[in-house]
T-cell receptor
Framework: GIQVEQSPPDLILQEGANSTLRCNFS?????LQWFHQNPWGQLINLFY???GTKQNGRLSATTVATERYSLLYISSSQTTDSGVYFC??????????FGKGTTLSVSS | GAGVSQSPSNKVTEKGKDVELRCDPI?????LYWYRQSLGQGLEFLIY????????KSGLPSDRFSAERTGGSVSTLTIQRTQQEDSAVYLC????????????FGPGTRLTVT
């Protein structure tokens, strides 16, 4: 089956710093989503981005489907950005396959 | 509008008991998914319902796990004869259509088997 790798596994930032999270996948996909899991365990949808570039406030994402990777950019990080960021991909006829996540800690 | 809801939010049960977990998808969503998140494990797929098609059960870890979806809406995940390794957060998601559509997750049910 398709493999999803996220890097880095852990990231520690000072408030105000920028960061880039990466997601590599091993096959073509027709769904790619980025989620933020908050401290209460809720998965918050950040982006639905099987290809192209999107921006939402301080967050943006780019997926280069032909090269099988996606990047999540967080600018001017805040303590509330802390948590686990998951990339998940899907192919026709399958459910989402999740990466192991990047744990982000932002300190003030 | 209302998101995906799940109940109960927490469930503690004794080993060997049966449990039922409920999921109410977003209204109008034809696809419904169950996933599990265990300590030290990632999120793993369990079962997928799409419209009136036969469900994809390929992720169910054992025959103690089953799920049904009534009237194309509410779904119940049943775990029979629970084991300690079943302790996890069970997450439900729904989408407008198949896998190519954006999935939205509920808050999860935390199951603890003692």
């Amino acid at each position: 089956g398709i493999q999803v790798e996220q890097s880095p596994p852990d990231l520690i930032l000072q408030e105000g710093a920028n960061s880039t999270l990466r997601c590599n996948f091993s096959d073509s996909v027709n769904n790619l989503q980025w989620f933020h899991q908050n401290p209460w365990g809720q998965l918050i949808n950040l982006f639905y981005i099987p290809s192209g570039t999107k921006q939402n406030g301080r967050l943006s994402a780019t997926t280069v489907a032909t090269e099988r990777y996606s990047l999540l950019y967080i600018s001017s990080s805040q303590t509330t950005d802390s948590g686990v960021y998951f990339c998940a991909v899907g192919q026709a006829g399958t459910a989402l396959i999740f990466g192991k996540g990047t744990t982000l800690s932002v300190s003030s | 509008g209302a998101g995906v809801s799940q109940s109960p939010s927490n469930k503690v049960t004794e080993k060997g008991k049966d449990v039922e977990l409920r999921c109410d998808p977003i209204s109008g969503h034809t696809a419904l998914y169950w996933y599990r998140q265990s300590l030290g494990q990632g999120l793993e797929f369990l079962i997928y319902f799409q419209g009136n098609s036969a469900p994809d059960k390929s992720g169910l870890p054992s025959d103690r796990f089953s799920a049904e979806r009534t009237g194309g809406s509410v779904s119940t995940l049943t775990i029979q004869r629970t084991q300690q390794e079943d302790s996890a957060v069970y997450l439900c998601a729904s989408s407008l259509g198949g896998v190519a559509y954006e999935q939205y997750f509920g808050p999860g049910t935390r199951l603890t088997v003692t």
